[in-house]
């Protein structure tokens, strides 16, 4: 029934076992020092039937960090903690690709001993909200910051910072990286008409604006090799502030330079799962028509939908995101057509907490349908 779905694909000279993969999923769990911790190496383990998972959004920095208790990857006992991740995964047979971020405006003070998160321009994400430390650790949800605009100087600092975390991702282990250009956060925020006004050359034209998102995903090339990084787009996205009067220029102009570099994946986010307008197939076969390389659509996918845009051939593979929160065994499931586990909003962010993210079951003996 979803024969696409359950087939196996190539992706950055890598054979994966099907095309239902793991979207990145921030769930606000890592350790005290923002580390992976063994619990979420079991949370990742126990979806490796996942054809590919992608990680949460590991920062690059403290000053990159958007939300308290996410995963970083900039300290050794950070790098410590994800190969702790990795090895879970490639122990239970599964593979596994490292998103890298910057939260950019998306962030408070709080979350950097007192200074300012940085972006593009020195424009606050209106209505936005992130999390910092509470009372007691627990989290605590409060307004976004107005940033401060980044100098040369401090791209250059981004763009280090930027390598070494790539290079410490690679010595955990990543089988690929992802360049985390959608959301809203920093390199999104770089993309955008309405979060980038800078005059240098990194604001302005197409080519400006897209200049640092490419020089990132070239320094991940340089260290993991060619053929290895992936990236996420999320054309027309309109939370978390943005309102890009550009994205479908930019968007095809990024598929333009991605086509020579031969990317692991172009992922892709829609937006309709945060009630942006939904991809038509023929924007979908616009994509596909322009990009020469591997594409993965994310975004509110049933099953059903995911078959129809893999027959199409409009993508390669889809990623499920909260339907993996709540089934672990999702890809079980999807084989038997059902049942599927209800997602429990409340535990979604719950720092240290295994109710909501460990103890979703698997389907039992009496639900498991003859093959
Ligand atoms: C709890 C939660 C956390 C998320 N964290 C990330 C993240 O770290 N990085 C990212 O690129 N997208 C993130 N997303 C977006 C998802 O990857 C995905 O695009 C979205 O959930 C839509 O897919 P779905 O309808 O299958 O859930 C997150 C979404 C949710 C619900």
Redesign the pocket.
Known sequence: MFEKLLSPIEIGGIKLPNRIFM?????NRAGDQDEATDMNAAYYAQRTTAGLI????MQISNRAQGYAY?PGIYTDIQEAGWKKVVDAVHAAGGHISG?I?HAGRISHSALHGGLPPQAPSALIAENTKCFIRGENGNLSFVPVETPEAVSLDDIKVILEDFRKAAQRAVRAGFDLL?V?A??G?LLHQFLATNTNIRTDQYGGSLENRARLILEVFDIFTSVIGEGKTGI?I?PNFNINGMADQEWEAMTFYLIEQLNRRNPAYL?I??P???GGEPFTDGFRAKIRNAFKGRIIL????TPELGEHVLQAGYADAI???????ANPDLVARIRQNGPYNELDKKT??RRGMEHGYLDYPVLTEAQKKPV
């Open positions: 979207a990145p999923l921030t769930r992608v990680t949460e959004s996410t998103q971020y992802e985390h959608a959301n956060y996420r999320s992922h986010a829609e309709s799962w945060v994310a975004g509110s996918y990623a499920y995101g909260r339907s993996f929160i979604i962010y």
